[in-house]
Structures are given as C-alpha cells and as structure tokens.
C-alpha cells in the first residue's frame, strides 16, 4: 500500500513570477560637475494552489516580496580636490497569505 498517493481527481500546481527594472541617468553639468541617478524595482510573486480534492491537505499560498531603490550622487572636481556627495532609499516590503485545510475524504 502506498501511503504517499493522491486519491483520483486531486491536483496540486505552482507558479512563479519575477519582474525587475534598473534605470540610470547621467548629468554632465560641466567639466567639473557630473550628477547619477539610479534606481531599480523588483517584484517577486509565488503561488501554490489544489483543487477540492486534494487532501488530506488543501492547500493555497500566496507569497510576494517588492524591492525598490534609489540613489543620487553628485561629484565635483575644484583643482586638486574631489568632492562627492550622494543619498540613497530602499523600501521593501513582503505579502504571505496562506490558506491550508485538512479534512478526510469519505
């Protein structure tokens, strides 16, 4: 007897998705004075889903994370000296919903 099969009609499945973008901008005001600006976003989603007749367990998952960033430099040369000065942000933030029921199948 195997424990570990699936009774007739149940289904499990999976997904997957990945979405990301990069930006940068460069500003040469003179000789001397060049400004950056960059930034990247990313999205990342997973999920995880039965049908009624999967048990013992049903399962339903959705799981995500987003990822933001920037940043701003500024770089100035004066004879001898170089002077940088920048400033940076990152925001991140995750979701989690999980559903999951067990029950018997009669």
């Known amino acids: 007897m195997n424990r570990c099969s699936s009774p007739p009609g149940s289904a499990r ?19 001397e004075i060049i400004a950056d600006v960059r930034g990247m976003a990313s ?12 048990t013992p367990i049903y399962a339903a998952q959705d799981r995500g994370m987003r990822e933001e960033y920037i940043k701003a430099t500024t770089s100035i040369h004066h004879g001898r000296q170089e002077w ?18 067990r029950g018997t199948r009669s």
């Open 43 to 54: 999205d990342l989603t997973a999920t995880l889903w039965s049908n009624p007749f999967s």
């Open 13 to 31: 499945d999976r997904g997957a998705d990945d979405t990301t973008g990069q930006f940068s901008y460069q500003h040469v005001f003179s000789p």
């Open 84 to 101: 940088k000065a920048g400033i940076g942000a990152e925001r991140r933030s995750e979701q989690n919903r999980v559903a999951e029921m």
